[in-house]
Nanobody, 123 residues
């Protein structure tokens, strides 16, 4: 199984950003996935995810600015962040699991992880 994130980089405050997570040997259709980020000096935190039933979930602190979606034909999940802020600067990871059903902040339960993509927001 391989998950590969892309779409990170340097963005200006207020811009929008879309990250992609493309999977190999793992199907988003029917399985849960999650987006997690880790800012410098901070622990990893769950941002948003898609349950095994296709339902989307967004962490409370990101609601209103984040959309999570997937294209099952492309086996790719997306995380769109609107109006980015300097505090969104972090490495963003996607993770998937065949047992998890929904959005869980217990990150140790997620089996498959990507290598992460760096997002840097300049003020």
């Amino acid at each position: 199984v391989q998950l590969v994130e892309s779409g990170g980089g340097l963005v200006q405050t207020g811009e929008s950003l879309t990250l992609s997570c493309t999977a190999s040997e793992f199907a988003f259709d029917g399985n849960a996935m999650i987006w997690v980020r880790q800012a410098p000096g901070n622990q990893r935190e769950a941002v948003a995810g898609i349950g095994s039933d296709g339902s989307s979930h967004v962490a409370t602190f990101m609601k209103g600015r984040v959309t999570v979606s997937s294209d099952n034909a492309k086996n790719t999940a997306y995380l769109q962040i609107q109006a980015v802020r300097p505090e969104d600067t972090a490495v963003y990871y996607c993770a998937g699991d065949t047992v998890m059903l929904g959005f869980s902040g217990y990150l140790g339960a997620w089996t498959f992880w990507g290598q992460g993509t760096q997002v840097t927001v300049s003020s």
